[in-house]
């Protein structure tokens, strides 16, 4: 391997929230003349200085195809991919790299796998889903139904943004031959009780696949602990570039799905009789991969090993608690899921604005949030909105910056009433 070594061998260090902030270079500027606040960390996180630096010394260095180079650039830049690849497997404690597939995001890993289990499907099965769900796994099984026959049925939510266990346990049946849900809800931030519901799944032999994009910024899995089939998740909400994303599927099922795309990788032999497919993973990573955001996203999980992670997970928890207080501070004010089971996401309404004008008008004071449905059109329509405005929390993020997202609230409520 080269010196751009990709193996998880950090040293944790103290939590110091002034220090870790220094790794991210983007929260020391100023926006509209005010220091940054990013409270978007649900929607993209930032990327600390160890993954731009993985990423500038990789073009710098080493940057060549994979595979196929019969040079040392070549053997460098594979080297430093399929390391990237180990240290995915041992974040996700998968039993083997074959089982970790390179995807250009969450979306397209839940796409694939949709395509590649449609051939077990036929009308009259059912895809269970909730209503919590990100579009990206409502409209991929919406499509595969469409091909199949088969049908998306949702598992209902509960006001206070719970899956409800009563409309789960109804819902699953004989009939079910998929569970698709998410992990964490990135509207809600509900951490939803992943290990029971694929433990009743499996005793009906359902196929169990987990979107754990909002999880993982906040907790390791373990996909062997859960015992599910699928689990994908983006680098860029883990704190790593854009433009790539993880599959992990277990080896049998990867196995028997046909390939998603066709073309370099993935193949084993090509002539005009016959072509047949190369072996696990490479068998669904047609193409050239991203390289340097392999190496990137390698080095986000690193960075993230070398903090106390249960210390991060206080500090965390801290923001989302005085959030939590501050809300009676604004007169109109309400909370859209309150889980008892959450990470640091906060959805909310304000009686009379409108969230995007919210947005619009934090951004004037240097505060970004998110607005909008959020992707969740389904669950805006459970809860009666539009949208509605989310501050998402991240690990760098301190109590000031609370202090500050209340008092620009506090500041446009009085300007509209």
């Known amino acids: 391997m080269s010196d751009l070594s990709v193996a998880n061998n950090t040293v944790t260090r103290a939590f110091d929230v002034a220090a870790i902030r220094r790794d991210f270079p983007i929260l020391a500027q100023e926006i509209n003349g005010k220091p940054l606040v990013y409270l978007d960390n649900g929607a993209s996180a930032q990327k600390p200085l160890a993954v731009l630096d993985a990423m500038d010394r990789y073009y710098r260095e080493m940057h060549s195809n994979v595979h196929r180079g019969a040079h040392t650039l070549g053997d460098r830049a594979t080297s430093a991919f399929e390391g990237a690849r180990e240290i995915v497997r041992h974040f996700l404690n998968a039993p083997s790299t074959q089982e970790i597939i390179w995807t250009r995001g969450t979306t397209e890993a839940i796409n694939l796998v949709a395509n590649g289990l449609a051939p077990r499907l036929k009308a009259g099965d059912e895809i269970l889903v909730s209503h919590m769900e990100h579009h990206a796994n409502i409209v991929p099984w919406q499509m595969l139904a469409e091909r199949t026959g088969a049908k998306v049925v949702p598992v209902q ?38 290990r029971s519901l694929i433990e009743q799944a499996k005793k009906l032999g359902v196929i169990t696949l987990i979107d754990g994009a909002q999880a993982v910024p906040h907790f ?4 062997q602990a859960l015992d599910c089939d699928f689990y994908v998740f983006s680098a860029h909400k883990l704190f790593g570039p854009t433009g790539i994303g993880v599959l992990y599927g277990r080896a049998q099922l990867l196995e028997d799905m046909p390939p998603y795309q066709g073309g370099g990788e993935m193949i084993e032999r090509v002539s005009f009789e016959r072509t047949t497919w190369n072996v696990l993973p490479y068998k669904f990573e047609a193409g050239t991969p991203a390289i340097a955001e392999a190496v990137g996203l390698a080095a986000a999980i690193n960075y993230l090993d070398g903090l106390d992670r249960r210390a991060m997970e206080v500090a965390e928890n801290a923001l989302l608690t005085r959030a939590n207080q501050l809300v009676e501070t604004v007169p109109g004010m309400e909370i859209i899921g309150t889980a008892k089971q959450k990470v640091p ?69 009085r300007l509209f009433t």
């Open 345 to 413: 996401v906060m959805s909310f309404k304000i009686a009379g604005l409108h969230p995007s004008d919210i947005g619009t008008l934090l951004d004037q004071q240097g505060i970004a949030i998110r607005t909008g449905h959020h992707c969740a059109m389904p669950l805006m329509d459970f809860y009666g909105v539009p949208g509605t405005a989310r501050a998402s929390f991240a690990f760098y993020n301190t109590l000031e910056e609370v202090e500050k997202l209340f008092t620009g609230l506090q500041k446009i409520q």
């Open 220 to 223: 390791k899995p373990d996909v």
């Open 157 to 194: 939510v509960t006001p206070e943004g719970e899956l409800d266990l009563d409309s789960f346990n109804s819902l699953l049946t004989e009939r079910t031959r998929i569970l698709a849900i998410t992990h964490v809800s990135n509207v809600l931030g509900t951490v939803n009780p992943i």
